[in-house]
């Protein structure tokens, strides 16, 4: 069963596409890592499941809920940690979660319970303003996993962590569908990161959905296809490369 579902998704600016007619399956209870260089069009995909950008055409279903009908229903199901999340800086992170419980009715205890996981509890009493770039990003996490919602987005978690932070959030991610039964999708310009958490993938190349499968999917279609095969990032990189390079010879 699919929890997230599109249809011929697309966004253009200004004659500018970033997601063109796009087709994504995204199973429940997987992490689905979502892949594609800088300006593939991964963020303005989850912004579109956010909310926060209006698709140009095309649709989307989210756990059974289509947008724009059902925007509300769908934010209250979803966590969500996009960009560099902004916090109140003369605010403490304990008090800048407290906001976002309030603002989600949930209880004192899920505040303590997000920091916990995030990993930053001993931190919850040092002003915001005071945090380094990765509990920043730690920060982010909690405020997207509080009140444990079943779908997260989250964009470029591991972004600014050092190597032992981004490996203690990739082994959180691994484990946060089987800890709250809920379904990740995760983004990440870096294949390594994604082979080591997630069940799915969706390449995204200059707003183009390249493949979409499993991992050992994509060794069987890159080996079907010529592309080197013994290591993933070099299977990435060649699909991306010959998609570039056929667009320049559609101009």
């Given at each position: 069963?699919?929890?997230?579902?599109?249809?011929?998704?697309?966004?253009?600016?200004a004659?500018?596409t970033?997601?063109?007619?796009?087709?994504?399956?995204?199973?429940?209870?997987?992490?689905y890592?979502?892949l594609?260089?800088?300006?593939?069009?991964?963020?303005?995909?989850?912004?579109?499941?956010?909310?926060?950008?209006?698709?140009?055409?095309?649709?989307?279903?989210?756990?059974?809920?289509?947008?724009?009908?059902?925007?509300?229903?769908?934010?209250?199901?979803?966590?969500?940690f996009?960009?560099?999340?902004?916090?109140?800086?003369?605010?403490?992170?304990?008090?800048?979660?407290?906001?976002?419980?309030?603002?989600?009715?949930?209880?004192?205890?899920?505040?303590?319970?997000?920091?916990?996981?995030a990993?930053?509890?001993?931190?919850?009493?040092?002003?915001?303003?005071?945090?380094?770039?990765?509990?920043?990003?730690?920060l982010g996490?909690?405020?997207?996993?509080?009140?444990?919602?079943?779908?997260?987005?989250?964009?470029?978690?591991t972004?600014?962590?050092?190597p032992?932070g981004?490996?203690?959030?990739?082994?959180?991610?691994?484990?946060?569908?089987?800890?709250?039964?809920?379904?990740?999708?995760?983004?990440?310009?870096?294949?390594?990161?994604?082979?080591?958490?997630?069940?799915n993938?969706?390449?995204?190349?200059?707003?183009?959905?390249?493949f979409?499968?499993t991992?050992?999917?994509?060794?069987?279609?890159?080996a079907?296809?010529?592309?080197?095969?013994?290591?993933?990032?070099?299977?990435?990189?060649?699909?991306?490369?010959?998609?570039?390079?056929?667009?320049?010879?559609?101009?």
């Amino acid at each position: 069963m699919n929890i997230i579902e599109t249809r011929n998704l697309t966004k253009t600016y200004a004659g500018f596409t970033a997601v063109s007619g796009i087709n994504l399956h995204i199973p429940k209870g997987a992490v689905y890592g979502f892949l594609g260089p800088n300006g593939a069009g991964k963020s303005t995909t989850m912004k579109m499941f956010l909310g926060l950008v209006n698709p140009t055409s095309g649709s989307f279903v989210i756990d059974g809920m289509s947008y724009p009908k059902n925007r509300t229903e769908i934010l209250k199901e979803t966590g969500s940690f996009i960009e560099a999340p902004a916090f109140y800086g003369n605010l403490t992170g304990e008090e800048n979660l407290d906001i976002i419980r309030k603002i989600l009715g949930l209880p004192k205890e899920a505040v303590d319970e997000a920091l916990e996981i995030a990993g930053i509890a001993q931190y919850k009493k040092r002003l915001a303003k005071k945090y380094s770039l990765g509990m920043k990003q730690r920060l982010g996490l909690a405020s997207a996993l509080i009140g444990k919602p079943p779908i997260l987005i989250l964009d470029e978690p591991t972004n600014g962590l050092d190597p032992s932070g981004i490996h203690e959030t990739r082994e959180l991610i691994r484990s946060l569908p089987k800890m709250f039964n809920c379904t990740v999708l995760v983004s990440s310009h870096m294949l390594s990161e994604i082979e080591l958490m997630a069940d799915n993938i969706g390449i995204l190349n200059h707003g183009r959905l390249l493949f979409e499968g499993t991992l050992d999917g994509l060794r069987q279609s890159a080996a079907l296809q010529g592309y080197p095969s013994d290591r993933l990032e070099d299977t990435f990189l060649a699909m991306v490369d010959e998609d570039n390079s056929r667009r320049r010879n559609e101009v």
